[in-house]
C-alpha cells in the first residue's frame, strides 16, 4: 500500500498527524502527485492550519482553474483563516461554475457578510432560496445579513421562514427575539427568548436577552431577578452585570446599579457601552466629574456612538456647559433616541444664515413640554434672520402659540406644508443661534398668554378662596415615568393640612382620590389649561408639560423633582434658570417622594 493510500485511510479514521506525514512522504517520492496535495492541503486545513492549506490549494488551482473541488475548499479554508474577502472571491468564481448548486451561494453570503458586505449578501442568500426555497439555514442567514444592514421587519420574516421550516432551529428563534426588541415588539421577543430557552434551556445569551425583553416591557423586578440569577451562575461574563444594572437603575436603585455595572466594566474595560452605562449612572449619582471622565472615555472607545454622545450632551447641559452640550445634543438625530429620527424634507436645513426674505419652517420634534420650553427662542430668531418664520408643532398647543411674536404661520403637526425654503427642528435653536449664556437661554419668560376668551369662560367656574392646583403623574407612556410620578395619596397624606380644604386636580389621565375639583377632564387642549393656570394661586406639579407651561406664562408653580431630574433642572438649586416663576423641590434620596413632599408643606405652612 502506498503512503498516499495509507494517508487516505489515517485520514478517514481522525488520525491527521500520521496523514499529514504519509503525505508527505508520498510528495518526496512523486513531487506531481496532486492527489496527494490535495489531500495534504485538506488535512492541514482540519488541524486548523488554513492559511497552509489555502496556499496548497491555491497552487493546484494555478494549473486546474476551474476545478470545483478545489474552490470550494480554498474558499472555506480562507474563510476559516480569517480572510473572507478571498473565501469569497472564490465563492464566486464557484458559483459561477455551478449556477443551480443552492449551498454556493449560501457559502458566499456567508463570506460576504463577513467581509462587510451586507447588501451583497442579502442578494446572494436570495439567490440560494430561489434555488431552494427550503434551505433553513440560507433564510436563517439571510435574517442575519438583513440585521446588519438595519431591516428588522425584513430579517423577522426570514427568521420566521426559518422557524416555520425547523421549529427546533435555536439560534433561529434567538435573533428573532433580537430583531423584535429592535422593533419594540417586545412581547414577541419575550416569546421568542423563551422558546429558543426551552430548546437550550442553559443559553446565556438567550437568558440575558428575555431578561431584558422583561425589563422593556416595565416588568423591572422579574428582569433584575433574571439578571442576578445569570450573574451568580456565570460570573465570568459581564453581560448579566451590565443588564442587572440597567434593570436596578430603571428601577432606581443607583448604588446597586452602580456596583453591578462596575463589576461589569472590570470584566469588559474596553466595552464602550459598559463604560457608558457605568457614566450614566454616575451622573444619576450625582457625580459629575466621575461621569464626565467616563463618557469621555467611551466615547474614545467608540467615537461614533450616538447614545453616548446624546447622553454625554444631557451632563454638559445638566452642568451649564451650553456650547459644548447644544453640540453634542445634535446626535439625537443619529439614532440615539428611540422614535425619534429626522424629518425628510426637501428643503436644506438652516444653518444660522440670514434668511433675506425666504422662508423658515422650525418644527417641534419631542414632547409637549419640549415645544412650551423651547419657542421661547423663535422672537429671537425672527429679530436675528429676517425673512419669514413657520412654526409646526402640536395641536393642542396651537391656541397659546398663534399669539408668539415673530411667527408669519402657526400649522398643525401633519397638516400640508407652506412651500418653505429651509428648516430647523425646535430643540436645535439655540445652537444655531448660539445662545450659551445663561442670561440668553433664560430670558423672555413670561412669553405666552392665556387666549382670552378661554380667561372669560374659565372665570366663574374656579373655587373662591386659595386656589392651588395638584398635578401627580406625567405620561405613564414615557419611559421613566415611574420615577417622576408619585401617588396621590402619598401628596395628600404629605400636604393635607396645608392645601385649602378643596384643592384642584388638573391631571388629565388617571383616576382623581375624592375631596379635589377634577378639572383634567374639561381641559380640552393647553389654552384650557393656560386659562385655569391664569386662576390659581400656585400650581404644584411633577416634571410634566404643565409647569413648562406654567413657567412659560409667568404663573407660580412648585416642582416636584426626582433625585436624578431631566437636564433642564440642573442640579442643587432651589430657583430655575429656564422660569422665575419656578421653585424646585428635589427627592433628597432616590425615591424619597416623602422627603420632597415634605419640604412643600413647610413652605405652604410658612
Not at 399669539?403 to 397638516?415: M, N, Q
Request: proline share 9%; net charge negative; glycine share 8%.
Amino acid at each position: 500500500m502506498s503512503p498516499f493510500q495509507q494517508a487516505i485511510a489515517c485520514n478517514a479514521e481522525g488520525r491527521l498527524e500520521p496523514a499529514e506525514a504519509l503525505c508527505r512522504a508520498q510528495l518526496a517520492l512523486d513531487p506531481a502527485h496532486r492527489d496527494a496535495r490535495h489531500l495534504l492541503a485538506l488535512v492541514l486545513c482540519r488541524q486548523g492550519r488554513y492559511a497552509e492549506g489555502a496556499a496548497l490549494l491555491e497552487a493546484l488551482l494555478a494549473d486546474d482553474p476551474d476545478n470545483p473541488r478545489l474552490l470550494l475548499a480554498l474558499g472555506d479554508a480562507r474563510h476559516e483563516a480569517g480572510d473572507p474577502v478571498a473565501a469569497a472571491a472564490a465563492f464566486a468564481r464557484l458559483a459561477a461554475l455551478c449556477p443551480t448548486d443552492p449551498a454556493i451561494p449560501n457559502r458566499l453570503g456567508v463570506s460576504l457578510l463577513a467581509a462587510g458586505r451586507g447588501a451583497a449578501a442579502v442578494e446572494a442568500f436570495r439567490r440560494t432560496l430561489a434555488l431552494a426555497p427550503g434551505h433553513v439555514q440560507a433564510w436563517f442567514n439571510l435574517g442575519t445579513a438583513l440585521q446588519a444592514e438595519d431591516d428588522p421587519a425584513a430579517a423577522i420574516e426570514a427568521f420566521r421562514h426559518a422557524v416555520t421550516l425547523a421549529p427546533d432551529h435555536a439560534e433561529a428563534w434567538l435573533n428573532l427575539g433580537g430583531a423584535l426588541l429592535g422593533l419594540e415588539r417586545e412581547s414577541e421577543a419575550l416569546a421568542s427568548f423563551d422558546r429558543a430557552l426551552a430548546l437550550r434551556p442553559d443559553w446565556l445569551e438567550a437568558a440575558t436577552n428575555r431578561g431584558v425583553a422583561l425589563e422593556r416591557l416595565g416588568r423591572l423586578e422579574e428582569a433584575a431577578a433574571v439578571q442576578e440569577s445569570l450573574a451568580r451562575r456565570h460570573p465570568d461574563r459581564p453581560e448579566p452585570l451590565a443588564n442587572l444594572g440597567t434593570a436596578l437603575h430603571r428601577l432606581g436603585r443607583i448604588e446597586p446599579a452602580l456596583a453591578a455595572t462596575r463589576a461589569a466594566a472590570a470584566l469588559a474595560p474596553d466595552d464602550a457601552a459598559i463604560a457608558a452605562n457605568l457614566a450614566l449612572l454616575q451622573n444619576w449619582a450625582g457625580d459629575d466629574a466621575a461621569a464626565a471622565a467616563g463618557f469621555v472615555r467611551a466615547l474614545a472607545l467608540a467615537p461614533d456612538h450616538p447614545s453616548i454622545h446624546y447622553n454625554y450632551a444631557q451632563l454638559l447641559l445638566r452642568r451649564g456647559d451650553f456650547a459644548a452640550g447644544w453640540a453634542e445634543y445634535e446626535w439625537r438625530w443619529r439614532g440615539a433616541v428611540p422614535g425619534l429620527s429626522a424629518r425628510c424634507l426637501p428643503m436644506p436645513r438652516w444653518r444660522g444664515e440670514k434668511l433675506a426674505g425666504r422662508t423658515l419652517l422650525v418644527h417641534a420634534e419631542q414632547g409637549l413640554g419640549d415645544t412650551l420650553h423651547f419657542v421661547r427662542f423663535l422672537p429671537r430668531l425672527a429679530a436675528i434672520a429676517g425673512g419669514r418664520v413657520v412654526l409646526e408643532a402640536q395641536a393642542p398647543l396651537l391656541p397659546l402659540l398663534r399669539a408668539l411674536p415673530g411667527l408669519d404661520a402657526v400649522i398643525a403637526a401633519g397638516e400640508p406644508l407652506p412651500a418653505c425654503d429651509c428648516h430647523l427642528p425646535l430643540l436645535s435653536l439655540p445652537d444655531a443661534l448660539g445662545l450659551t449664556r445663561p442670561e440668553q437661554l433664560g430670558m423672555g419668560a413670561p412669553y405666552l398668554a392665556p387666549p382670552p376668551e378661554r380667561l372669560a369662560a374659565w372665570r366663574n367656574r374656579l373655587p373662591p378662596g386659595r386656589r392651588i392646583g395638584l398635578v401627580w403623574a406625567g405620561n405613564p407612556r414615557h419611559k421613566t415615568d415611574h420615577l417622576r410620578s408619585l401617588d396621590p395619596a402619598l401628596l395628600l397624606e404629605r400636604l393635607g393640612p396645608a392645601l385649602p380644604a378643596v384643592p384642584l386636580s388638573l391631571q388629565k389621565e388617571g383616576a382623581v382620590p375624592p375631596g379635589m375639583i377634577p378639572l383634567g377632564p374639561d381641559l380640552t387642549d393647553f389654552g384650557d389649561t393656560a386659562a385655569v393656570l391664569a386662576g390659581l394661586d400656585l400650581l404644584i406639579s411633577v416634571d410634566t408639560a404643565i409647569v413648562h407651561l406654567a413657567g412659560a406664562l409667568g404663573r407660580p408653580a412648585w416642582l416636584l423633582l426626582p433625585f436624578h431630574p431631566d437636564w433642564r433642572w440642573q442640579r442643587n438649586r432651589a430657583d430655575c434658570l429656564w422660569y422665575p416663576s419656578l421653585r424646585l423641590f428635589r427627592q433628597p434620596a432616590p425615591g424619597d417622594w416623602a422627603g420632597a413632599l415634605d419640604q412643600v408643606a413647610a413652605a405652604l405652612a410658612r
